[in-house]
């Protein structure tokens, strides 16, 4: 049986979703704790949005 | 003083928004001639849009057939020698069928490549299996496409606007004038918050100009990319692999002796484990880390370019439901939220590229004094 590409796609969406909404999540938490860091969060949240963005692009355009 | 100021935002709004119903015009004419594939042809011309061309095609009225557009040079080496010519020889053929002749070499253009007929054959024949052209060969191409125009027009734009800033500073200006009071805090924050705490007081300066350049680079292209001219250089994954490589020959080169330690012989960690550790810390770093710079940047791209053309699409294929207005007006305001979007991410993602480049610099330049 042949999975189609969509159903991959709709996992790593999925997954990235789960990711994040973690990560965003997780910030919002931390910086309500202490709102002076909120500038050094932001930057970390950011930096592992990216690389969980390169990681669901990259099996996106492998998966295609 | 503040008046002329609005007037010249206004004036800028609506040329921007007037550019948008143009846009838009050209897409109506498309659909004059009734039972046409319209879902067919408007993944043609997204796809169209998506890739690199050799002229700036603007849009093409079918009613009276004409197009609206720019020629680019074409640069190709063939067996005789170099050949340029302007593309507008070419007659906005795209199937292979207007041969341009220079010396007795003949040329077509297929699909935004050129070829170079050989001798008899008067048009391309495609092999269904390999699509290989079975008559004909590619040539090397160094033409200015739309991709090299928007980038050398790019590094123009920063050549102009960084010496003036140079010259402000030659001339004891503590307060840069003119366009450059726009780029000295730009400097100053991929300086104290991208370069300083992820390369390190000591060691930062010797990286600046490249993610200085790196920065504009990518911001300029992608906002670049917004315009309707229709550039989509940082789409190309040429492009982005390209800027991905020299991150990777840049913090390779400068990594230092802690760093390749690490790398190749982990300590800490039992000796068994070191070899299989510096295999997969090495794949990291000359594969996966540059993979996934170039693949975000382009990935990114693309999708929003992507979106952006579905939507102004969108009035195509709503006009049925809504009418002319309706469908109209809708694409426009969804287009036009979404590419208010895009403009965060132009610059998002050029403020990723270079913190992720400088972050992996760090890893490399850094030395540990406590063993």
């Known amino acids: ?64 | 003083m503040v008046a002329k100021k609005s007037i010249k935002f206004i004036a800028v709004l609506v040329l921007t928004l007037t550019s948008f119903v143009a846009h838009a015009n050209g897409e109506e004419n498309d659909h004059k001639g009734e039972l046409v594939n319209t879902p067919g042809k408007i993944k043609e011309y997204i796809a169209h849009h998506l890739k690199d061309s050799h002229d700036f095609h603007l849009f093409t009225d079918n009613a009276s057939g004409t197009h609206v557009s720019f020629p680019l040079p074409v640069i190709v080496w063939t067996k005789d020698g170099l050949k340029t010519f302007m593309s507008s020889e070419f007659h906005h053929d795209d199937e292979g069928k207007v041969i341009v002749e220079k010396n007795g070499t003949r040329l077509v253009k297929l699909h935004s490549k050129i070829y170079e007929l050989e001798a008899g054959a008067t048009s391309v024949i495609i092999d269904e299996e390999t699509h290989h052209a079975t008559n004909a060969h590619k040539v090397l191409d160094f033409s200015i496409t739309k991709s090299v125009f928007g980038m050398l027009l790019t590094g123009l734009l920063m050549f102009l606007g960084f010496t003036a800033l140079a010259r402000g500073y030659k001339k004891g200006h503590t307060i840069p004038k003119g366009f450059a009071r726009v780029l000295e805090p730009l400097v100053i924050y991929v300086r104290d918050d991208i370069a300083k705490p992820n390369i390190g007081e000591k060691k930062y300066r010797k990286f600046m100009g490249f993610l200085l350049t790196v920065f504009f680079f990518i911001w300029i292209l992608n906002l670049l990319g917004l315009t309707p001219l229709g550039f989509n250089v940082t789409g190309q994954i040429a492009v982005t692999a390209c800027l991905a490589i020299f991150t990777v020959v840049i913090y390779l080169v400068s990594g230092s002796k802690d760093f390749w330690a690490h790398t190749l012989w982990m300590p800490g960690v039992p000796y068994i484990l070191r070899p299989i550790l510096a295999v997969i810390e090495l794949i990291g770093f000359v594969l996966i880390k540059p993979f996934s710079l170039l693949v975000r940047l382009f990935a990114n791209m693309t999708a929003g370019h992507f979106v952006v053309m579905s939507l102004i699409a969108l009035m195509i294929t709503l006009k049925q439901d809504f009418g002319a207005f309706g469908s109209t007006g809708m694409s426009l305001v969804l287009a036009l939220f979404i590419s208010v979007i895009e403009i965060l991410v132009a610059f998002l993602q050029a403020f990723i590229f270079t913190m992720l480049s400088s972050l992996f610099i760090g890893m490399a330049v850094e030395e540990h004094d406590d063993h």
């Not at chain 1, 999975?3 to 789960?18: K, Q, S, T």
């Not at chain 1, 704790?33 to 592992?48: D, L, N």
Request: charged share 10%.
């Open chain 1, 1 to 64: 049986m042949v999975i189609p590409n969509l159903v991959g796609a709709g996992l790593i969406v999925i997954g990235g979703g789960i990711g994040l909404g973690q990560i965003g999540g997780k910030a919002m938490e931390s910086i309500a704790r202490q709102p002076e860091a909120a500038g050094k969060i932001q930057t970390a949240m950011i930096i592992i949005g990216a690389l969980l963005e390169g990681l669901a692009f990259g099996a996106l355009i492998l998966g295609a």
